[in-house]
């Protein structure tokens, strides 16, 4: 790969090979695009409609062979959105199959059924209990016919670690998706996303994505990169949160960006940085603020987009800056304040140098707490331990315009 350190113009054209990892400090780095455009054999939302309503039908003991799940009437499973083969979860024991039967419309049996799956223990079940499809895949894709299972993965095989998404950045660990679909993202393939570069959908409800482990920047100065549609008009839309409430925040809202940051202690530094804030610092300046966003226009509404917003520690006057550039251009620029608000009038508000401004980052979709979930699509998320300085921005600019054909130029 082409790094920095070859002594290669930030301003010219990016080489075959350049990856955001050649910048350097990249601690979080969630490349959604990468693990659901493989084999899909996790069950998304968009695979779902009318699957989570399905109820076994027959009493299951706490032990002993179970070869066939019968589902019950009214309650079974749509023919023609059931995988051929997979994984189902009913109550806290996952089972394998492989091939069903149906009548009708309707999928009446889960066939060559193997129980106590993906780690789970054996444990009764009552009829009536609730089943889900977990993970699975479909005949056509090798060509067979509907329910057969036949050319398909042997799901007995099936591990929970299969739910996990890495972090390619160097503070590793990893989110884990939900092995209920109605928690878990889909994906899509419109818009922002492609066939060959599918992305995350999240609904706005109870979507969302856990850290492994929570992960802290070790300063105040860090960098957040996103790509991403906003939809629904977002309002308070958290793109990632911290372990502890609201404390560490990165939110979309209109045409503002809203963060709180403080890794430790109880007291939030808080700030908005707005598209349309077009002042610039008489110290400390990046240059000519773009007026992006204009007075109210909620700019980030279904409009597909790369923000990187930039935190740093001001060397020459100690005051804490942020910036904000879409795809294109500066579009905001503003000062920490630690009373609650943002500072909005340019230099010299009343910044407070706080020092307690690190970032903690524990949840991808919502807040710990699972509100102010995000509603839209989710391609790339990237948290840098360090200021990206200007040119670094300008790499990163290029190389996903390249990426995303249809990134807002506003």
């Known amino acids: 790969m082409i790094g920095l350190g070859l002594g290669i113009p930030y ?3 990016l080489e075959v090979g350049f990856s955001p990892l050649d910048i350097g400090d990249l601690l979080i780095y969630y490349d959604f695009t990468s693990y659901v455009g493989g084999e899909k054999n996790y069950v998304t939302k968009s695979d779902t409609t009318g699957l989570l309503s399905a109820e076994i039908n027959d009493s299951i003991p706490s032990s002993g062979a179970v070869n066939f799940l019968r589902l019950k009437s009214g309650a079974q499973l749509e023919t023609s959105l ?4 997979g994984i189902v979860k009913v109550n806290s024991e996952y089972f394998s199959y492989s091939g069903f039967t149906t009548s009708g419309s309707n999928v009446t049996i889960l066939n060559n059924v193997t129980r106590a799956q993906a780690g789970s223990s054996e444990e009764a079940h009552s009829s009536g209990d609730a089943l889900i499809v977990v993970a699975g895949s479909y005949a056509e894709s090798v060509g067979g016919a509907s329910g057969s299972g036949s050319g398909l993965r042997d799901f007995t095989d099936f591990g929970l670690t299969e739910m996990r998404i890495p972090n390619l950045g160097s503070a590793g660990g990893y989110v884990t998706l939900s092995d209920d679909p109605l928690t878990r993202p889909g994906f899509v393939t419109t818009e922002l996303g492609t066939t060959k570069k599918p992305v995350l959908h999240f609904d706005g409800g109870n979507d969302r994505l856990p850290l492994d482990t929570a992960v802290t920047t070790s300063s105040g100065n860090f960098s957040v990169v996103i790509i991403f549609r906003a939809e629904g008009n977002p309002s308070s839309d958290t793109v990632i949160g911290g372990s502890s409430a609201g404390i560490n925040q990165f939110k979309i809202n209109a045409n503002t960006v809203l963060f709180r940051c403080n890794s430790t202690g109880s007291s939030n530094a808080f700030n ?10 008489s110290v400390g300046s990046r240059g000519t603020v773009v007026d992006k966003g204009a007075a109210g226009n909620s700019f980030l509404n279904n409009q597909s987009e790369f923000l990187a917003f930039v935190k740093e520690k001001n060397t020459t006057d100690n005051k804490e800056k942020v910036y904000l550039y879409d795809v294109q251009d500066l579009i905001g620029e503003d000062l920490m304040n630690n009373s609650g608000t943002g500072g909005q009038s340019g230099y010299p508000d009343n910044s407070e140098n706080p020092s307690n401004t690190g970032f903690e980052i524990a949840h991808i979709g919502a807040l710990s707490n699972d509100t102010g979930d995000f509603s839209g699509e989710l391609a790339e998320v990237l948290i840098y331990d360090k200021a990206l300085t200007a040119e670094e921005v300008v790499l990163l600019q ?10 807002d130029h506003e």
């Open 11 to 13: 301003e010219q054209p």
């Open 82 to 85: 059931c995988p051929d083969a």
């Open 272 to 281: 908005q940085i707005r598209a349309n804030n077009t002042t610039a610092y």
């Open 398 to 407: 290029s190389y996903y315009d390249k990426q995303y054909a249809d990134l």
